[in-house]
């Protein structure tokens, strides 16, 4: 089984995007970050962005008949979406580590609420891409 890390919207435009809070390293980067650390691990990865909500949805329920775990940077739809809580749910057990590359405790109040760490085993953020690796981590202790 492998370990789904899942990227929603506009984090298809790091690098370019907003880099004096995301940095410079393209979502390609933290890819083949996060394939070096999983390969490393002994984990394979599905590597995946969506700017949609719905396919978040729908990559959370195939993660619970395919993944032993997810790894989830949901971008803006963290504070919103009660759609990918529900589907967190609906695949209990499966282990979810939620993850931003910014702290986004220290940024706008409206970043300050996440509709995914109540059901998620744990949260890291403020790290950068390194967010991503420390999550992979994590979750490879727990499998
Ligand atoms: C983010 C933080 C969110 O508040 C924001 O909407 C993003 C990126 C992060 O990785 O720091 O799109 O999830």
């Known amino acids: 089984k492998s370990v789904f890390i899942l990227n929603g919207p506009n984090l298809n435009a790091l690098g370019k ?6 940095g410079g390293k393209t979502l390609a980067d933290i890819e083949a970050d996060c394939r070096e650390t999983a390969s490393a691990l002994g984990l394979a990865v599905e590597f995946r962005q969506s700017n949609h909500e719905g396919d978040l949805v729908d990559w959370i329920h195939e993660a619970g008949d395919k993944a032993a775990g997810v790894v989830i940077n949901a971008g803006a739809y963290t504070h919103t979406s009660i759609a990918i809580h529900d589907a967190i749910r609906a695949v209990s057990p499966l282990p979810v580590v ?11 109040s409206f970043r300050h609420v996440s509709m995914i ?6 949260m890291i953020c403020g790290f950068g891409p390194h967010s991503y690796t ?3 981590q994590a979750l490879a202790a727990r499998l």
């Open 17 to 22: 995007r907003e880099p004096g809070i995301y």
């Open 117 to 122: 760490a109540p059901v998620a085993v744990g």
């Open 98 to 108: 939620e993850v931003h590359l910014s702290n986004i405790h220290a940024r706008e």
């Open 134 to 136: 420390l999550a992979l």
